[in-house]
């Protein structure tokens, strides 16, 4: 028996099921899905999802931004947000970090669902604000990752850790999204084994598979894209993996949102 979770910037709930969410969700084998820029109410995300999904979710003070959710076919633990988890006061309205509790027979699993925003690299402020809130992400990680538990951090970090994770790497060098002290908490993540970036390990070293495409221009035909989203696991459960896909839509115009979901099976059940 197996679990699947997958993650997705649905780029808007509401839009993502017009545009053919459902059908993926109905032929995926999903088991749990995280998602983030959800930018509905919670009546309108339960509804949309429909029976047969237990969902934690929080939203952002700003209507229409950001929000984030868990959506899960088994049951699942209390919804704990940005101020349960310890992050500072200004990240606790934002509607960018959701995590919860399941029971697997492999013990205990935190998922989490994030969502980091871009960031500026002409501001200052706005970079020290992504940076930190990163920084609190990995402590908490580490926190839960210490008391035992199989911790999985999933979501939109909106970070290109290395070369192969953007197409035109040179390009943005010097953009958010791909600064030297941005990549340098994934180096500080993952040097010492604790945790393990799923997609990476899968496809190895070279580019891509690339998760988030714009709209705009030829960017989703030429795969012009930055592999922003990520599936990062504890060392102990990511022992557990079986395999990990990105679901890139056939062609641009069957994309249901601008980003394509990361999907990881692991030899475990939940109960």
Known sequence: ??????????????????????????????????????????????????????????????????????ASRRPIGR??????????EPYWEQGRWIETCLESDAGPLRVISAYV???????????????????????RIAERRSAGEHVLLTGDLNVGHTEFDIKNWKGNRNKAGFLPEERARFDRLFER?????????????????????????????NDAGWRIDYLIASDGLAAHTHDVRVDRAPSYDQRWSDHAPVVATFGFTLR
Do not use: C
């Open 1 to 70: 028996m197996s679990t699947t979770i997958a993650t997705i910037n649905v780029n808007g709930i509401r839009a993502a099921m017009r545009r053919g969410m459902h059908e993926w969700l109905d032929s995926s084998g999903v088991d749990i899905v995280t998602m983030q820029e959800v930018r509905a109410p919670d009546e309108a995300v339960r509804s949309l999802l429909g029976d047969g999904w237990h969902v934690v979710h929080v939203e952002a003070a700003a209507s229409g931004r950001a929000g984030v959710a868990i």
């Open 79 to 88: 919804a704990i947000p940005a101020r349960a988890a310890g992050f500072d």
């Open 117 to 139: 925003h871009t960031g500026d690299a002409n501001d200052p402020d706005r970079m020290k604000e992504k940076l930190s809130f990163l920084d609190q992400a990995s402590a």
């Open 193 to 221: 084994g604790e945790w393990v970036d799923l997609g990476r390990r899968a496809a190895g070293e070279g580019p891509g598979p690339y998760s988030w495409w714009s709209w705009r221009g030829k960017a989703f035909d």
